[in-house]
């Protein structure tokens, strides 16, 4: 590396999970856009029809995953996130979230609520390296 090259952002520089899965606790959970939704269904090897009866609360034009004791319906303790080929981007993108840019309150909230956030960065510099990032990859997923 030359010594004007700054060094690759790393995903894990301002977040690690920790797998202790309350972002798929909660009395609702992420809407499912086409994609999502397409997705799900070639992951699960379903038929549209079947995943929707089993899986997917659908309120006018929203579709979401139905809560069962509490939890995502994918959502397992030993397992974790039992669809994660088929989950929804906005999964993928948690907690990693646009809006983290825009207000430092959404920051806070959202450190506040996934522990796999750094602890240890000041808001500035956890948002140079979020934007860093977002630059290299075209959707950040995890
Ligand atoms: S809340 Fe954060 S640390 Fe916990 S499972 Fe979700 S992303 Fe991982
Ligand atoms: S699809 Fe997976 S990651 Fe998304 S809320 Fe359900 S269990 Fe969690």
């Not at 690690?16 to 799900?40: A, F, I, K, N, Y």
């Not at 929804?88 to 993108?93: D, G, H, I, L, S």
Request: proline share 4%; net charge negative; glycine share 6%.
């Amino acid at each position: 590396m030359s010594e004007t090259e700054s060094p690759q952002a790393r995903i894990s520089d301002i977040f690690q999970c920790r797998r202790c899965g309350h972002c798929c606790h909660g009395e609702t959970t992420v809407s499912l856009d086409r994609e999502d939704q397409e997705r799900m269904v070639a992951a699960l090897g379903m038929s549209r029809q079947e995943v929707s009866d089993r899986y997917w609360r659908i309120t006018g034009n929203t579709v979401q995953m139905k809560i069962v004791d509490g939890h995502c319906i994918f959502y397992s303790e030993n397992e974790g996130c039992t669809v994660h080929e088929g989950r929804p981007w906005r999964c993928a993108q948690w907690p990693l979230h646009p809006s983290i840019l825009l207000d430092e309150a959404n920051f806070t909230a959202i450190r506040t609520s996934c522990p796999g956030i750094s602890r240890e960065l000041e808001y500035d510099t956890f948002c140079a390296i979020l934007q860093r990032l977002q630059e290299e990859h075209r959707r950040l997923t995890f």
